[in-house]
């Protein structure tokens, strides 16, 4: 009995006793580090691998929204013309555009008839006239063009590329709800720009219309980049609410354009937004 007492005293002293210099250095080694991990490369036509159509539609009031195919409404594309709603407003705030300004056709003949004229300011956004545009851009510059991009918070902010064609085929790019959110902005009156450029803008941004509401829109077709890209955004105004809208669709031969006006049209007739056509 004494032999047990005696052996057990011995392990609890030894259990108590502190670590010799090899059980010190064994603590402070240091596991390795863990691999790390290098990000996969986006895919070439990464366009390719999500949905090809979303319609995000929102609603102001009731502050709902209504998004098919997340996946294509949260990914950045270039906005194409739809990007001339800021850029109209750009030009008239900064004084390098008026209102009523007539732009004088160069002589050259572009495949869309109705660029091949002289254009006024509210014929050149209804018919996206890339040539004026392109002027506007230019007497604009990259420094003031980059200060009101930045004071808006557009898309994700990056003119780089050509100045004058940059929203074409340049570094900018715009998801469906960064559109509705800008767009809302512009609804609402509260950009960084004149009450009167904004209301001229309104005014000629009217696509639409029926007993008892309107529509504002702009559309857009990004044509230098594979898969080619298709836009339609605006909102719809109607009891005094305002339905945003922001219609995103791929574009992989010439009649895939026109999904753009119909998909926009059917999800909101579905909501109610709209009546239906009898």
């Known amino acids: 009995m004494k032999r047990v007492i005696l052996l ?26 863990a691999p790390k991990v290098q990000p996969k490369p986006r895919p070439k036509a990464e366009a390719e691998t ?98 009101y991009v930045d004071l808006v918070g557009y898309g994700n902010g990056d003119i780089g590329g050509r100045l004058d064609s940059f929203w074409l085929d340049g570094r900018l790019r715009i998801t469906s709800r960064q559109q509705i959110w ?31 509401w309107v529509m504002r829109a702009k559309s857009g077709w990004a044509q230098r980049v594979n898969p080619q890209v298709g836009w339609l955004v605006g909102w719809v105004e109607k009891d005094d609410n305002a339905w945003f809208f922001a219609t995103n669709v791929r574009i992989d031969e010439r009649k895939d354009a026109a999904k753009r006006y119909e998909l926009t049209m059917a999800r909101l007739t579905e909501l109610g937004v709209i009546p239906a056509k009898k």
Request: aromatic share 10%; net charge positive; charged share 25%.
């Open 182 to 212: 800008f767009l809302k902005q512009l609804y609402k009156g509260t950009l960084p720009f004149s009450k009167g450029h904004m209301d001229f803008v309104k005014r000629i941004m009217r696509r639409d219309s029926g007993k008892d």
């Open 8 to 33: 057990l005293m011995l392990c609890l002293c030894l259990g108590c006793a502190k670590p010799g210099p090899q059980s010190k250095r064994h603590e402070k080694t240091a596991p390795h580090p």
């Open 50 to 147: 999500i949905s090809p159509t979303s319609v995000a539609v929102y609603d102001l009031i009731d502050r709902q929204w209504n998004v098919d195919h997340n996946d294509r409404a949260s990914e950045a594309f270039l906005p194409a013309s739809t990007f001339k709603v800021l850029h109209t407003l750009i030009a008239l705030q900064s004084g390098v555009v008026k209102k009523d300004e007539v732009f004088k056709w160069d002589g050259v003949k572009r495949k869309y008839a109705p660029w091949n004229q002289d254009l006024s300011l509210e014929q050149a956004f209804r018919y996206s006239a890339i040539w004026v545009y392109q002027r506007i851009a230019k007497r604009i510059g990259k420094e003031r063009m980059q200060n």
